[in-house]
């Protein structure tokens, strides 16, 4: 077991990074961790998979992001995602500025929670009615307590390197074995909490349908990544989406498609869509991009499905700040400037890059291999193709963290992790992009050198 409770376990000591390079994010690292565990609110953060220090930052401005020590970076993490329109863009601010001068929490229903679920709606077609939340983590949590109230069934389905949050009964690795119960990937997760979920191998339609044969009456959702992005992008398959919809569809379990991370930034809906529009998905959930970097998430569906949940029905979920009126203000504000023009452009903006980047690691003779979701991509340190967790994880993980190390030095933050996809925003302009094209033949060739000349 991982005593890290991310998917993104390895684990790489580096020597490009001293506290040297970067002495403010030191120091402030150094008191971070007497207070905090590992001086970091989210674990992926610390570095631990790339070493050196994790960079403290005071600011973020468009495409760029500015650390504690005053070094200026071209940022493609975009805060893992949310931050699609770049840093305090002037419309969002605007839209924040103004909710907050009207208060900052009502604990009663207000009007930019109907007009940001008014805007889901009308974007996603399989989703008839939406329920607001503040993490992506309760969003997948409280799709699952719905569908087992809706179908009252237990188990659930996910895939390996598939993320959904930090939902216990999902922080789960497979067994050993086919269609084995899973292990729990975190201390703390009670094996018996973990024996309610399935783990199978993604895009893998004869294990699909082996448990489901096996187990199908007991089954009460299949969870996916509409597009896996949390072991790198790893989209479906062509046919594997619909072999979850027939399947799912004929054992009478809910199909929940995990847009997290994809919806309404791979498209105006988001992954859905891609695949064909009748292909509708029995719940959905949001987050990241629909908060435009504040807490804001979503769950939502089918109405009869949704209609199960409180105050109309049995399922209960809850919260304080769900709905808050400067959150959904700035994801109001970022779903409305995300118009055609801007996925355009960051279509446009993340191939210059991903051809860049594979272009240099060629030339420096680096293995590698990029693969797309829509705008989101990333780069594997290894050949082939990657359908699979088992195949991500065979990636040179010290290579990666030569080259993050190298670009990070040239002022362009990668993801500090093979595991992720990289993101780009509308704020990457021409400029910012030069910046990253520029700092690549070189990180290519520290990704080469393994340091024996
Ligand atoms: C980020 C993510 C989550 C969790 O969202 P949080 O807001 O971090 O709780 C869930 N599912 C997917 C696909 C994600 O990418």
Redesign the pocket.
């Known amino acids: 077991m991982s005593p890290d409770p991310t998917p993104h376990a390895s684990r790489t000591a580096t020597s490009a990074s001293t506290a040297s390079d970067a002495p403010a994010s030191a120091a402030l690292l150094e008191r971070a961790r007497a207070v905090t565990p590992g001086g970091v609110n989210?674990p992926v953060r610390a570095f631990r998979a790339v070493g050196g220090t994790p960079r403290f930052m005071a600011s973020g401005r468009g495409p760029y992001l500015t650390d504690v020590d005053g070094r200026e970076y071209v940022d493609l993490v975009c805060s893992?995602?949310p931050m699609i329109l770049g840093h305090a863009h002037p419309a969002v601010l605007d839209a924040v500025r103004s909710a907050a001068a009207r208060g900052f929490s009502f604990g009663t229903p207000s009007e930019n929670e109907v007009l940001l679920a008014e805007e889901i709606v009308a974007r996603v077609d399989p989703v008839q009615q939406v329920r607001l939340v503040s993490?992506?983590?309760?969003?997948?949590m409280s799709a699952i307590r719905l569908a087992r109230g809706f179908t009252g069934r237990s188990l659930v389905v996910k895939f390996a390197g598939?993320?959904?949050?930090?939902v216990d009964s999902l922080l789960v690795s497979a067994g050993s074995g086919l269609a084995t119960f899973a292990l729990p990937d975190s201390a703390g997760v009670p094996a018996e909490m973990a024996a309610e979920t399935l783990v199978l191998p993604y895009n893998d339609v004869d294990a699909l349908e082996a448990v489901f044969a096996a187990r199908g009456s007991e089954i009460a959702c299949l969870v996916t990544?509409a597009a896996?992005?949390?072991m790198g992008v790893v989209p479906p398959d062509p046919g594997f989406t619909q072999a979850l919809r027939r399947v799912t569809a004929e054992h009478g379990a809910l199909l929940v498609s995990?847009?997290?991370?994809?919806g309404f930034r791979v498209s105006r809906a988001g992954w859905w869509g891609h695949e064909g529009l009748d292909l509708a998905p029995d719940l959905m959930?949001f987050?990241?991009v629909m908060g435009g970097g504040f807490?804001a998430?979503a769950f939502g569906g089918r109405a009869d499905v949704m209609a199960l949940l409180a105050p109309d029905g049995p399922v209960y979920q809850a919260g304080t700040l769900s709905g808050n009126p400067v959150a959904t203000a700035a994801g109001l504000a970022t779903l409305r400037a995300c118009d055609d023009a801007l996925y355009a452009r960051l279509r446009e903006v993340s191939s210059a890059i991903a051809a860049a980047a594979s272009d240099a690691l060629s030339a420096a003779g680096v293995p590698h291999r990029v693969q797309w979701a829509g705008s989101m991509f990333s780069v594997f340190f290894r050949e082939g193709a990657v359908r699979t967790y088992d195949d991500a994880r065979q990636q040179d993980a010290a290579a990666f963290g030569r080259f993050f190390h190298a670009m990070l030095d040239a002022g362009v933050y990668l993801p500090p992790s093979a595991f992720e996809s990289w993101f780009v925003s509308g704020a990457h302009d021409d400029a910012a992009v030069e910046r990253v094209l520029a700092a690549l033949p070189g990180a290519a060739a520290a990704a080469a050198d393994t340091g024996r000349g």
Request: charged share 20%; proline share 4%; hydrophobic share 20%.
């Open positions: 989210s893992w995602g993490s992506g983590t309760e969003a997948t598939h993320y959904h949050g930090h990544e896996a992005g949390n995990d847009e997290v991370m994809t959930t987050g990241k807490p998430a």
